[in-house]
Nanobody, 124 residues
Framework: QVQLVESGGGSVQAGGSLRLSCAAS????????MGWFRQAPGKEREFVAG????????YYADSVKGRFTISRDNAKNTMYLQMNSLKPEDTAVYYC?????????????????WGQGTQVTVSS
């Protein structure tokens, strides 16, 4: 198994930036594809970005493409989400997730391991 802990959330004004981190412990981090999801109040959890085990492939939701960048450092067992040009509609709890399935996964059910989430609040 792998344990995941998110950090880096907070409050920022529209147009600002935040970088989220997801620290993994347990089995070999580099054997997992990873993803970021978010859940806004009153809404279902949605896919934000995903990255392959090697970091060579990434995929983004249309709503964040060009503003967010997902990356990972397998030597540090950590995944990141750099969020720029933040908008009020980016306000949500952000979750990192891990899967042993190959490639980049965009569906919740593909991920077996989840963190507890970190709050991101963007004010206008």
């Amino acid at each position: 198994q792998v344990q995941l802990v998110e950090s880096g959330g907070g409050s920022v004004q529209a147009g600002g930036s935040l970088r989220l981190s997801c620290a993994a412990s347990g089995r070999t981090f580099s054997s997992y594809a990873m993803g970021w999801f978010r859940q806004a109040p009153g809404k279902e959890r949605e896919f934000v970005a995903g990255i392959s085990w090697s970091g060579g492939s990434a995929y983004y939701a249309d709503s964040v493409k060009g503003r967010f960048t997902i990356s990972r450092d397998n030597a540090k067992n950590t995944m990141y989400l750099q969020m720029n040009s933040l908008k009020p509609e980016d306000t949500a709890v952000y979750y990192c997730a891990a899967t042993q399935q190959a490639g980049v996964r965009t569906r919740e059910y593909s991920y077996a391991y989840w963190g507890q989430g970190t709050q991101v609040t963007v004010s206008s």
